[in-house]
């Protein structure tokens, strides 16, 4: 017997999933709106409407093509079939485009913000889609990554689940507590990535300190240690949000240079000699 399997498009709606996307959700909402452009983008997890409160006029949703998307492996007994979610609903954000996220279809330098739910998790090559978001945003540009923890609580509960199931052979599938496609993305290599391609990590945050409980009363009643948890043991928060803007080497915003031009221009100029000049005019007399 296998573990069972959860994909993305099922987890959103377990009651952990519900609890991550409500923190995700708040800490987005506080960091776009106040970025400013003309096009953004988000890139996959309808679920999760990234750019609600941000400002910028256009704005698009873009899911994955089907044909690049990672097969998620399918459930393999009934036992692990009861252990999943109820099926999703349809999601009431329709996307503005399918793509592929490693060749998306914006002209270099066009693009003033990208956001990516989970998007790297399940990304057939996320280096190269990371590359394809450097592509097409403009210099002073941000990316806003969001990503699981494989250091957090929650993934090492993961981790010990499949421990246990390896070692009873399979006869005692471990019921998953994340999603089981694609793979977590730590934040330092992450952070390592964003830096090989010019980019400078702005903020930072790490969270979903609760324990890997199932019940949403249960949830409740430990998100005091959300509080708790950036100051106690930081690095163990179940998820964090990135925000890296990308910098062009060579390249330095101007600003209105021209007007201290004209000042310096209009300023008087004192003569230089005059001590001299006043002997020469003398001599010559």
Same mark, same amino acid.
């Given at each position: 017997?296998?573990?069972?399997?959860?994909?993305?498009?099922?987890?959103?709606h377990?009651? $952990?999933?519900?609890?991550l #996307?409500?923190?995700?959700?708040? *800490? #987005?909402?506080?960091?776009?709106?106040?970025?400013?452009?003309? =096009?953004?983008?988000?890139?996959?997890?309808? $679920? &999760?409407?990234?750019l *609600? =409160?941000?400002?910028?006029? +256009?704005?698009?949703?873009?899911?994955?093509?089907?044909?690049?998307?990672?097969a998620?492996?399918?459930? *393999?007994?009934?036992?692990s079939?009861?252990? !999943?979610?109820?099926?999703?609903?349809?999601?009431?954000?329709?996307?503005? /485009?399918?793509?592929?996220?490693?060749? %998306?279809?914006?002209?270099?330098?066009s %693009?003033?913000?990208?956001?990516?739910?989970?998007?790297?998790?399940?990304?057939?090559?996320? =280096? $190269?889609?990371?590359?394809?978001?450097?592509?097409?945003?403009?210099?002073q540009g941000?990316?806003?990554?969001?990503?699981?923890?494989?250091?957090? #609580?929650?993934?090492?509960?993961?981790?010990?689940?499949? !421990?246990?199931?390896? &070692?009873?052979?399979?006869?005692?599938?471990?019921?998953?507590? !994340?999603? *089981?496609?694609?793979?977590?993305l730590?934040?330092?290599? %992450?952070?390592?990535? %964003?830096? /090989?391609?010019?980019?400078?990590?702005?903020v930072v945050?790490?969270?979903?300190?609760?324990?890997?409980?199932?019940?949403? @009363?249960?949830?409740?009643?430990? $998100?005091?240690?959300?509080?708790?948890?950036?100051?106690?043991?930081?690095?163990?928060?179940?998820?964090?949000?990135v925000?890296?803007? @990308?910098?062009?080497?060579?390249?330095?915003?101007?600003?209105?240079?021209? @007007?201290?031009?004209?000042?310096?221009?209009?300023?008087?100029?004192p003569?230089? +000699?005059?001590?001299?000049?006043?002997? =020469? @005019?003398?001599q010559?007399?």
């Amino acid at each position: 017997m296998s573990a069972p399997i959860i994909d993305f498009q099922g987890w959103p709606h377990t009651p $952990a999933g519900q609890y991550l #996307l409500g923190w995700e959700a708040a *800490q #987005l909402d506080a960091l776009v709106a106040d970025m400013f452009g003309y =096009h953004a983008i988000q890139l996959g997890l309808p $679920a &999760l409407p990234t750019l *609600q =409160h941000n400002r910028i006029p +256009h704005r698009w949703l873009a899911e994955q093509d089907s044909a690049v998307t990672p097969a998620v492996p399918a459930v *393999q007994n009934e036992a692990s079939e009861a252990a !999943l979610p109820p099926p999703a609903p349809a999601s009431p954000t329709k996307p503005d /485009l399918v793509t592929d996220f490693a060749a %998306l279809p914006f002209p270099a330098a066009s %693009l003033d913000l990208v956001v990516l739910p989970h998007t790297l998790e399940v990304s057939a090559d996320a =280096h $190269a889609t990371l590359r394809e978001v450097e592509r097409v945003l403009v210099a002073q540009g941000r990316v806003v990554i969001c990503g699981f923890n494989p250091v957090g #609580l929650w993934a090492l509960r993961e981790a010990r689940t499949r !421990l246990w199931t390896h &070692l009873a052979g399979g006869r005692w599938p471990g019921r998953a507590y !994340l999603p *089981q496609a694609g793979e977590y993305l730590g934040y330092w290599r %992450l952070r390592d990535w %964003l830096r /090989l391609l010019d980019f400078e990590v702005e903020v930072v945050r790490f969270g979903c300190y609760v324990p890997a409980v199932r019940s949403p @009363k249960w949830l409740g009643r430990f $998100a005091w240690m959300e509080t708790m948890g950036p100051r106690w043991w930081p690095i163990f928060g179940s998820a964090y949000v990135v925000v890296a803007v @990308k910098r062009v080497r060579g390249v330095r915003l101007m600003g209105a240079l021209w @007007k201290n031009t004209l000042a310096r221009a209009a300023r008087p100029v004192p003569a230089a +000699h005059s001590n001299q000049d006043a002997m =020469h @005019k003398e001599q010559t007399e």
